[in-house]
């Protein structure tokens, strides 16, 4: 014992001292245990468009930071392909036929219980800044920044706390100033979880003005399957997400004026008629400055446009590379705010306590297929890109190869926190898996299901399925009845559709039989889908 120890121990008394010294670590022990928790998460960004899943596309070196300090997820995926669902399992850890909201038209119970009011209760504050969309404000969160409904690119409102007030500037960057703002502001003697949510790249894709230009010499690769004919798949034959297909205006940004007539449908019947329209209002949000930089670069584009008198093949690749290299600088800028994020907690001593994840709420197509938007089951909109880090606990540089879920996200945080997980939360802490421990109780099967149809975008049937790590069986329901079978070794692009090869026959059975157990599992009791 110590010169001091011995003092104390001698002025306060053996027992009291004990009793002292017992609080002292229990209280240091506890902020060890509770992580803070930091979770990005953007909207619409596809593994494809990062360099850390393999991008032929973008380099993102911001996002693999994450990854090269921690791990990466191989087999992420979402459990309901679009925007506000993927929120809601996010928030609750259950399935959307279970917490209520399963398409964009539902707005989210705010009643239940969530993660971030669990992790209220056991001391942290709870932050969100950015994309909410689920109608109802926020509950369970200290200090809430949301922008309404999608948001703007460009001079956003956001509603802070209850209060609409308007910014100038960049979205994506407006997000991360106050996601900092938000950490500069902590009560240091608790944990924290800010949630971060980016507006970007959600469609229209409208890039900040210094990275307009990002692109402008070089042409990027078609997808393998641009040019799918979608033989064998009426689902996706009879879908309008083709980029073919996209608004000449709205969505590929030229100046009216430079083209005869607007050409696109868009998705949406009803807000086709209105794209121009649409698009005249976004422009003109923008402030001169902002316009400048715009004009600078557009209008060069709508005049080579119009020059080129393009149709055919030409034209559909022309609007390929229009719409993939905005989508990509809009990109460039939440790369750089994951690394003021990082840098940030890098240079307060944050780092070792604090569990940092990218994710977005699901894939996206670019190009594959011909499409782009989201929705259905297959890979690239299925797959959400998920890198965390954690000094304490994760060793860096791991690859897993797991089945993971959006559906995870919940317990997995409650685990890290040491608060228990409770019964109607239907994901599991992904926790163990980065242990390098292969779990052998792990999912070997994940179950999907989507609902926005026939009202909504794109026309997409509702569909269910189950993906193992080979095959994925897919069942389109409602005015259409189809399955599909895809062995994903030999059929990655899932383009061979194999339901009806007797080959398979003994693989679609198992597949079913698994699928109804997963449905019972998760208690998915819709009558429209029994089979
Ligand atoms: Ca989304």
């Known amino acids: 014992m110590n010169y001091t120890l011995r003092k104390f121990v001698k002025t306060t008394g053996l027992g009291l001292a004990c009793l002292i010294l017992l609080i002292l670590f229990s209280s240091c022990n506890s902020k060890i245990k509770k992580p803070n928790i930091i979770f990005i998460m953007s909207d619409d960004h596809a593994e494809q468009a990062i360099s850390c899943y393999g991008s032929n596309l973008i380099h993102t070196p911001n996002i693999d930071r994450i990854a090269k300090e921690g791990i990466l997820f191989k087999n992420s995926f979402v459990t309901n392909s679009i925007c506000a669902p993927s929120r809601a399992v996010l928030l609750t850890g259950k399935y959307s036929h279970m917490n209520g909201l399963r398409d964009n038209r539902d707005e989210f119970d705010g009643s239940q219980v969530t993660f971030p009011k669990l992790l209220q209760k056991a001391g942290y504050k709870t932050n969100i800044i950015g994309k909410w969309h689920l109608k109802t404000n926020p509950t369970g969160f200290n200090d809430w920044k949301i922008l309404i409904d999608q948001g703007e690119y460009y001079n956003p409102v956001f509603v802070e706390n209850g209060e609409e007030k308007q910014y100038i500037g960049y979205t994506t960057d407006l997000i991360t100033d106050k996601a900092i703002e938000m950490l500069e502001q902590r009560d240091k003697n608790k944990p924290f979880c800010l949630l971060v949510h980016h507006k970007a790249p959600h469609r229209n894709w409208m890039p900040n003005a210094p990275h307009l230009e990002a692109y402008n010499n070089k042409d990027l690769p078609l997808p393998e399957t641009f040019y799918d004919d979608y033989s064998n798949r009426s689902p996706a034959a009879l879908t309008d997400m083709r980029i073919d297909d996209m608004f000449l205006s709205f969505d590929l940004k030229l100046k009216k004026g430079f083209y005869k007539k607007e050409t696109g449908t868009g998705g949406n019947a009803k807000f086709a008629p209105n794209a121009e329209n649409a698009w005249q209002i976004t422009y003109e949000r923008l402030t001169e400055d902002q316009r400048k930089a715009w004009d600078a670069h557009y209008n060069l584009i709508s005049e080579k446009y119009q020059k080129a008198n393009l149709s055919g093949k030409d034209l559909l690749e022309w609007k390929y590379q229009r719409y993939i290299k905005d989508y990509l600088c809009c990109i460039l800028s939440i790369d750089e705010g994951v690394g003021r994020l ?154 061979n559709n194999l339901y009806a090869d007797p080959a398979y026959t003994g693989i679609v059975k198992n597949l079913k039989t698994e699928l109804k157990k997963l449905q019972q599992k998760y208690e998915d009791r819709d009558e429209n889908i029994q089979f």
């Open 342 to 495: 990082l840098d940030y907690i890098d240079e307060t001593g944050l780092t070792e306590n604090t569990i940092v994840i990218y994710t977005s709420d699901q894939g996206f197509y670019l190009g594959e297929h011909g499409w782009y938007d989201k929705r259905f089951m297959y890979e690239e909109s299925l797959s959400m890109p998920l890198v965390m880090r954690y000094p304490r606990e994760i060793k860096a540089g791991q690859i897993s190869e797991d089945m993971v879920l959006n559906l995870d996200f919940a317990p997995t945080f409650l685990d890290y926190a040491g608060v228990s997980i409770p019964q109607e939360m239907q994901g599991e802490s992904i926790r163990s898996l980065t242990h390098q421990k292969k779990s052998n109780d792990w999912r070997t099967s994940m179950y999907y299901h989507y609902y926005e149809y026939p009202h909504g975008w794109h026309n997409v049937n509702r569909h269910f399925g189950i993906r193992t790590q080979r095959y994925k069986l897919i069942h389109f329901y409602g005015d259409i009845d189809s399955w599909e079978l895809y062995d994903l070794d030999k059929d990655p692009y899932e383009i």
